[in-house]
């Protein structure tokens, strides 16, 4: 039986509009579980963020307390997470860096029958050798020496052998932009001819009202010469200056305080040959005794953007991984330390034996990424040039709420430029700086934690791409357009190894095409004179530098093991 067309267009009318009713509550639901799921979400990162942040962990300065407890924070939600802890100390992989270096207790100096007080009438330099002194003193004048200009402070000394040289830390015009004798009123050149005409040790005054006199703060940039250097103010200076020879007494002693500080590794074990690594840094600058932007007295920098961001961000990333079970890759999240001394921590951790870096697809980074401004949602990521399939990914799945800063390099001021110099893929996501940036004030009520979540979904979209993709490919690129790159008239194309300590300037990595690379420079050699100028840290390495113009040729000269070699480098 047929039913007439009227009643059969009347059903049909009712079975869309009871389809249009479902899939209009499916997406109302579905719309709510959403806005649940990303209520729940902000919940979370809104609480790692207030914990790490908190006056409790004290800034988390690597090598504190304070650094130790965030370690142990993530090492906690690594377990909640049933990540697998692959370092020797469970989730934590220890290292050491030098976090100071201060005078100790034996230091002294007796001038004559005058016995000095260290920090008011003395210091050893950053310089000095750690050593004793009994030497009779003649004074130099400037301790210059300059036959270009021809202009000798050692020409009238007849008795040198065996003194103790003294001499001003400024030149015959003064120190400024102008003076002729730029090229040498520099205090570690001064030390380096005094020991080339025999001196024992070097005592600095300061007779010049306007010349800045050294102070007593010691940097661990700066290597030790071979002989005890000091400056000397007050009586003892005027009475060094007007006697031709002095007897001079003392103990010059340098330490080292030496801590450890804690990586953070979870494992997320597929059992597959490639990993990925998501990582960020949880160290900050403690009460602001390095590398602050506070003007005033110490202070706890909470550093709830730069960047309890970042690790809040990881730890939601691992959740979400073990969630959407992601099983093509195996997935390593690493909480660094130490980033703000100078990327120590990643560094550690791509040079240690722990983890084979050649197995490594790609590394994601995040640093500071809790501050994306409502007005202007530009989200800065790095590294874009380092895999041929980054930049249309990115394009690809960018929330219309973003606007994207890509860059191409992989080398940059955080821990993603570790992994970039072992020739692997980088990602740094960096949601820009603020007003409140290594500044007591950057607390976890500044926040944009709406702006996290959509960061959040962005990520997640991207990871959950590439883990359906074969291993991404590696491309060097061309660092020197990284804007955060140093800028010197010349370059010689290489990176530093800011951890070490020795003599010279070690080389972390190569810039292909630039001076370095094209004379045969090699990752691990360590520059020791460029030109006639020698280098003896990473501060005579950049004002040897600064001394080359574009299209100069010289000699370099490195060690490289056992062997000294030179090599003709043109800038």
Known sequence: MKLPIAIMNYKMLKIKQLLFLFLSLCLVFSTSIQAQDNAELEDRLKSHI?????????GREAGTPGEKKSAEYISLQFEKLNLQAIAKLGFLQSFTFTYDRYFSESNKLLVGSMNLKIKEDYFPLSYSANSSIDHETVFVGFGIHAPDLKHNDYANSIDLKDKLFVMEVGSPDGVHPHSKFIEHYDLRKKIETAISFGAKGVVFVNSDENTESPKADLSKNVSQSSIPVVFVQGLAANFLKEKSSVKVLGVTEIKKDVRSAYNVLGYYNNSKDKTVVIGAHHDHLGYGREGSLHAGAPEIHNGADDNASGIAMMIELARMIQVEKLDDYNYLFVGFSAEEKGLLGSKHFVDAPDFPVE???????????????????????????????????????KP?????????????????????????PVLHFFTGTHEDYHKPSDDAHLINYDGMVDLYHYLA???????????????????????????????????????????????????????????????????????????YDMMSYMK????FKKGEKTMVKVKRGEDLIESPVQF
């Open 50 to 58: 207030e914990v790490l942040s908190s006056d409790a962990y004290e």
């Open 461 to 535: 979209d991207i990871i959950q791409t590439l883990d359906d993709q074969e291993a991404v490919g590696f491309n060097k690129t061309d660092d020197a357009k990284n804007e955060n790159a140093p800028r010197f008239t010349v370059t010689l194309g290489v990176i530093p190894d800011y951890t070490f300590e020795e003599e010279g300037m070690r080389i972390d990595g190569i810039r292909d095409g630039k001076p370095a690379s094209i004379s045969g420079l090699e990752a691990g050699d360590v520059v020791v004179q460029l030109g006639d100028i020698k280098v």
């Open 359 to 397: 197995s490594i697809n790609y590394m994601i980074n995040m640093d500071m990424v809790g501050r994306l401004k409502v007005a202007d949602p530009a989200l800065v990521i790095n590294g874009v040039g380092t895999s041929p399939v980054f930049s249309d990914l990115l394009d690809e799945k």
């Open 400 to 424: 219309d709420s973003f606007k994207l800063k890509t860059t191409e390099s992989g080398v940059g001021p955080s821990d993603h430029t570790s992994f970039y110099l072992k020739d692997i």
């Open 544 to 547: 040897a530098l600064s001394k």
